[in-house]
């Protein structure tokens, strides 16, 4: 498992460093710009030097590992789509909580980023009736205290 978080972390700082703000060169027509600076050519070449067997299983392929970056990168929800596993619900539980919108949540399978996600909304908003929403006893308690310790 740790290695597993490792490798996970390890991608995903080494893609922000890959997909962060650069110049482009205007006679390029290799790099494609989004309002956010976002640079899919950059990303892409930044995956596929990290690209190996551990990445393999954890992400389909660059394409879709970078779809869902700038997908982040402009909270355009509709960009996680074509990922799977962990970077989609990643993916969803990180616009969820920038545009502060609960409904989000719902699309993340795993169960315990699909409760981070309902937890950390709730807290952003300071609405308790969100966490209604986490079926899990011990963590909707928690998901309430942490609003309830927000608002004082």
Known sequence: MKKFSL??????ALLLV????????????VVVKWES?????????????????ETAKLFKDCNT????????????ARGCESSEGIMRDSCYSDIAYETQNPKLCEKVTDWMI?????????EATKDISICNEIED??????CVDSVNSNEE
Not at 37 to 53: A, P
Request: hydrophobic share 40%; charged share 25%.
């Open 7 to 12: 490798v996970v972390v390890l991608l995903l």
């Open 18 to 29: 890959g997909c962060g703000n650069k110049s482009v060169d205007n006679d390029s027509d």
């Open 37 to 53: 600076d976002f640079e899919m050519s950059e990303c892409i070449r930044s995956c596929e030097i990290m690209w190996n067997e």
């Open 65 to 76: 590992l970078c779809e869902a970056w700038e997908a982040m990168e402009t909270n355009d």
């Open 114 to 122: 699909r409760y981070g996600c309902y937890a950390s909304v709730a």
């Open 137 to 142: 006893k011990m963590f909707k308690a928690a």
